[in-house]
Structure formats: structure tokens, C-alpha cells
């Protein structure tokens, strides 16, 4: 109750303002709700195109650099396979023989010159299946003191079935999997004889970070960069915390196929309670990912500078615009003032005071309005209104002497009883067809049934058979069932009263009318049928366009089929339609269509 008292007293308020502070609050609040709605609309907008933008520059940059990695990885299998071209050494590891002094210090050799071919390794080793000797040198030793022992420890590797067999004979994992925490992944590969398949030797060696540090990733402030393979396994991670996060986000998240790649709004992920924008690019031969997540908050911080701009100009134009509004309405709200003053006096009785406001047209329009106004005011206070008075009820007097339709009425029963005196029944059949066609068009219903309606046709055929003789004739079948159905008064005659006037109006030959009806599923046709002149393409073409207009103005004065058409639309709805069908030279057919009710079939109706 408090708070629609509130607002009540806030209306009244309103109310008893004046229409300079009504017109400026309305247009100010107004002007304020469209800026603000402009300016937050931009600034979304802006907001979506900035991140969509950047999104798409760190897509084709993580594109660039999976191709790059892609050829990495290459590189790594062509170093992995360097050993296999050199003939000496594929010699030495084929043999059961044991090695002699030159022959292992020829393979040490080969395993210093294959570490130190490369910057990145952490570490190398070969493993000699024949003799059951290891070979592993490390940056941790130097280069003269090279590790020798048994190959037992290559056996014992958790992913030796996979590097041993398959179709590859590799295998890559983390290279803290391997136990160097220091690097990115350790490299296995299996040197086999090509004729039975069977292992020779195996060479290992761990990659360092040095690559992924300098080459993937966008160096944006708190960005995490991912390199992870096609099963989920993260390699290389350039944030240390929260690994069993990312590492779940990895499997669950970043696996799943892309369903739309355009919509970047959608790639907002969480992790510890951290939006991040994900944005991920897959290595087109090794299938790995590289993933860069970047804070939402990073993002947004690239946009600050857009919504202070425009919360700024935002702010600076309402102070404008209220400021501008506030001295238009006033000077475009003048005249009124004045007319309001000028109206006060003429209610305390000053009728002589014109007014000359300048303005715009609608204000012009007013003031001289104002001004007629006046001066037919103060005519009026001095002219003689008795007399006017006088005048009017005279006028009145007249129009309650004019000719009553009973007049009418008297006047042709005086016309039959003549006619019967005199032996003339035609005429008396003729009169009373007149006067019974007379009181049926001012009866005031608007429906009768379907029985009455046909009676005053057939007064209006015989009239019009009296008129035209041997030129006219008609047949009518009406199904006694139908007659008492509800139809509009007058309409079935109007249909007969068309096809008399246009069918014969231009023809001296004979005319035939067929008037019949027909009830289907709550709908009566009514058909009337000519084989007058008929009507032209054009002309018909014409009259239908009319019917099907929309046109609801009836005028009263006149009878035709768009009024009809009115009157049954109005009645009936849409469900009510007249159609025409005609060809020219041949003769017209016109149906009323229309819904109606089942008629009382036991009741006695007289053949038409």
C-alpha cells in the first residue's frame, strides 16, 4: 500500500507541473535511456569485436606455430633414425662378436658426436641389444666421461612395448615420465633389421624446453601455454601451478571437436574459479595440441580504455542535450504560455482581446482558431438568437409534414381497389406486387428466411415480366428443406436486380434466369444465372479485385455487389463470399456463399 501510495503521490506530482518541466523531464529521461542503451550496445559490441579479434590473431598465430612444431617433431624422427646411415655402426651392433677396444671406442664416439649435433638434449643414450651394452652421455657430465653399463634399464621402461613394436618403433613422453624434470619429452626409438624384424639397438634422448619456450605461445601477461599429445597427456606447461587442474581440463575439455570455430564468445572456460579464453590449434600430422588460455580479465583490461571513452562522451553529450532541450522547449513552448494567459482572461469574461503569436504553423493554426473563436463568441452574445431559435423549429415543423410512407401505402390501395371496380386484375397483381416489394425493402429486420426472401423476387420478376414480356423469362429451384434458412434481407433480390439490368441493358434478345440453392456442411450457395451479354476479362477481372478489397464503406444510396459483399462480411464474417463467373457473350453466374444454420424441415412451405 506504501508503495502504490508513492507512486501515486509521484503522478500527481507530475501532474501539477508545468509543460515546459513535463516536456523537458520526458525528453531528457528519454534522450538519457537511448544514450545509455547506445552506449552499452557499442560497448558490448566493441567489447566482442576487440576479443573476437585478438582470438583470431592468436588462431592464425598457434596455425603458424603447429606447423612449426610439426616440422620440429620431424626433425627429432630424422635425428632419431641418424645412427642407421652409418655402415660401421650397423655393422658392429649385427654381430655376436664381442666388441674390441677400437669398436666400442668407435661407438662412444658416435653417441658424443650424435648429443653434441644438437643444443636441445638434455641427454643421449644407445642401448646395444647384441653385446648388452649402454651408452648414455648427459650435460650433467662432461663430455670424456661417458656412462657404459647393461641394457637392463631399456627393458624396464614402462613404454617399452610400445617403442619396441608397432608400426613405428617410437614412442615420445614426458620427460619427467622418464625422470628428467627439466625437460620437455624423451624420445624412443628402436633400430631393427630390416629382414626379421628383430631389435638391434635403441636410442633414447630428452629435449629440453628451450624450444617451446622461445616459439609457442603469444607472450601475453598471465597467459598459459599447453602443449599436449592427442590423448591428453600434457608435455609442456608454462605455468607450474595447479597441474591436476589443467590436466583434467586437457582430457575433458580441450579434446572434445571444435563445433564452431567462428563463435569465440562461447570458448570462456573455468579453472579454479578463473575464466580463461581458450584458444587451441591442432598439429596436422601428429594430431597434438597447443593451447593458450588467456585471462578474461587480460581481455577486459583491453577493452577499459573503450568503455571509459564512451561512458565519458556518454556523460558529456546528456549534460549537452539536456542543456539544448531545456532552452528549445522553452522558446517552442512560448506562444502556448501566452495562449494559456490569454485563455484565463477570456474565462473571466474578456471577449475582446485577439491574440498574434508567431510560431510554427500548428501554433498559427491556433491562435487564429482562437481568435474565430472569440470573435464568433461575442457575434453570438450580440446578435438576436430568439429569431434563430424561431427559425429552427420551423424548420422543424417541415420536416414532420413530409409525405409519410403510409401515404404511400393508402395511395396504392386506393389504386387496386380502382382496379378491381374496373375489372382489371393484371393491374391489381401488379399494385399489389408494388406495394408488398415496398414494405419488404423498409421492413427494419436485417435477415429473413430464405422463403421470404424468394416471395418478393418472384414480385420483382413479375414485375419486371410485365415490363419486358416474351424478352424475360425465369426458373427458380429452391429445395423446400432450404426455405427456412436465415439470409440477408434483399440480397437474393439484388443478385435477380443485376442480372435483369446488366443482361438486358445493351441487348434486344431474350433473357433467362436460373436462380438455385444448395446447403453443404453449414454452407448455403445461392446461384443466379444469365445468359445475358455477359462481362468482359477486364471488367470482370475488375469486379473481383472489388469484392476482394477490403473496402468496408456502404453506401446506402446505391445497390451493387460490393455493398453485398459488405453487408455479408459484416453479417457473416470472411466465411461469407460472392463469387462471379462470366464469359462474354455467353452469360454470368454469380454465387452467394454463406454459413448458416439448419432449417426446420417439418414446417409446410409453398412451392416457389
Do not use: C
Request: proline share 2%; aromatic share 10%; glycine share 4%.
Amino acid at each position: 500500500m506504501q508503495k502504490k501510495a508513492a507512486i501515486t503521490k509521484i503522478k500527481s506530482s507530475i501532474k501539477k507541473q508545468s509543460l515546459i518541466t513535463q516536456l523537458s523531464a520526458f525528453v531528457i529521461t528519454l534522450m538519457t535511456i537511448l544514450l545509455i542503451t547506445v552506449i552499452i550496445f557499442t560497448y558490448i559490441r566493441s567489447s566482442r569485436q576487440i576479443i573476437n579479434q585478438y582470438v583470431t590473431d592468436t588462431q592464425k598465430l598457434l596455425d603458424l606455430q603447429g606447423s612449426q612444431l610439426d616440422a620440429y617433431f620431424s626433425q627429432l624422427e630424422n635425428f632419431s633414425l641418424h645412427l642407421r646411415s652409418d655402415q660401421t655402426f650397423m655393422e658392429l651392433i649385427s654381430t655376436q662378436k664381442p666388441l674390441s677396444y677400437f669398436s666400442s671406442e668407435y661407438l662412444k664416439t658416435l653417441v658424443r658426436n650424435e648429443f653434441y649435433f644438437r643444443n636441445d638434449l638434455i641427454d643421449f643414450s644407445l642401448y646395444d641389444v647384441a653385446h648388452d651394452i649402454s651408452y648414455k652421455i648427459s650435460r650433467t657430465q662432461t663430455a670424456r666421461n661417458l656412462q657404459t653399463g647393461d641394457t637392463k634399464s631399456i627393458y624396464e621402461q614402462p613404454n617399452y612395448r610400445i617403442f619396441s613394436s608397432g608400426k613405428h618403433y617410437k614412442d615420445i613422453v614426458p620427460a619427467n615420465k622418464a625422470g628428467e624434470e627439466n625437460g620437455l619429452f624423451t624420445f624412443f626409438r628402436t633400430i631393427i633389421n630390416i629382414q626379421d624384424q628383430k631389435a638391434l639397438a635403441f636410442v633414447s634422448f630428452t629435449v629440453d624446453r628451450s624450444w617451446p619456450d622461445i616459439n609457442i605461445g603469444t607472450a601475453t601477461e598471465n597467459e598459459i601455454t599447453i602443449l599436449a599429445d592427442q590423448h591428453g597427456t600434457i608435455f609442456y606447461q608454462n605455468e607450474k601451478t595447479h597441474n591436476n587442474d589443467f590436466d583434467y581440463f586437457v582430457k575433458n575439455i580441450a579434446l572434445r571437436p571444435d563445433e564452431n570455430k567462428k563463435t569465440f564468445s562461447q570458448n570462456f572456460i573455468k579453472i579454479k574459479n578463473q575464466q580463461y579464453m581458450m584458444v587451441k590449434s591442432r598439429l596436422k600430422k601428429s594430431e597434438w595440441l597447443i593451447i593458450s588460455l588467456i585471462p578474461k580479465n587480460q581481455l577486459d583490461a583491453y577493452t577499459e580504455s573503450t568503455r571509459n571513452i564512451g561512458f565519458f562522451l556518454g556523460f558529456f553529450s546528456i549534460l549537452i542535450s539536456t542543456f539544448l532541450i531545456s532552452i528549445f522547449i522553452r522558446y517552442f513552448t512560448h506562444p502556448l504560455s501566452v495562449l494559456s494567459n490569454q485563455l484565463k482572461n477570456t474565462g473571466e469574461g474578456n471577449f475582446k482581446t485577439m491574440l498574434n503569436i508567431q510560431g510554427s504553423s500548428e501554433i498559427s493554426l491556433l491562435s487564429d482558431a482562437y481568435n474565430n473563436m472569440i470573435q464568433k463568441i461575442d457575434d453570438l452574445i450580440a446578435k438576436n438568437y430568439v429569431s434563430d431559435l424561431a427559425k429552427k423549429n420551423a424548420q422543424l415543423v417541415a420536416l414532420k409534414a413530409q409525405i409519410n410512407p403510409h401515404f404511400l401505402y393508402n395511395t396504392l390501395q386506393t389504386i387496386s381497389a380502382e382496379a378491381i371496380e374496373n375489372n382489371q386484375e393484371k393491374i391489381n397483381d401488379m399494385v399489389m406486387a408494388l406495394s408488398s416489394m415496398l414494405k419488404y425493402t423498409i421492413r427494419g429486420e436485417d435477415s429473413v428466411t430464405l422463403h421470404t426472401e424468394m416471395e418478393h423476387v418472384q414480385d420483382y420478376l413479375f414485375l419486371q415480366k410485365e415490363r419486358f414480356g416474351e424478352r424475360l423469362s425465369y426458373n427458380i429451384q429452391i429445395d423446400k428443406d432450404l426455405q427456412l434458412l436465415m439470409i440477408p434481407k434483399i440480397s437474393v433480390l439484388n443478385l435477380v436486380e443485376n442480372a435483369v439490368v446488366h443482361g438486358m441493358s445493351h441487348s434486344a434478345e431474350k433473357l433467362h434466369i436460373e436462380i438455385s440453392a444448395e446447403h453443404q456442411d453449414s454452407k448455403l450457395a445461392i446461384t443466379v444465372t444469365d445468359d445475358g451479354n455477359g462481362i468482359s476479362m477486364e471488367n470482370l477481372e475488375e469486379i473481383q479485385r472489388t469484392l476482394e478489397a477490403d473496402d468496408w464503406k456502404i453506401d446506402g444510396n446505391t445497390i451493387g455487389l460490393k455493398n453485398l459483399s459488405n453487408r455479408l462480411k459484416l453479417m457473416y464474417g470472411n466465411d461469407a463470399k460472392i463469387h462471379v463467373y462470366s464469359t462474354q457473350f455467353t452469360g454470368t453466374s454469380v454465387v452467394m456463399e454463406l454459413t448458416t444454420e439448419e432449417p426446420n424441415a417439418d414446417m409446410e412451405i409453398k412451392n416457389v
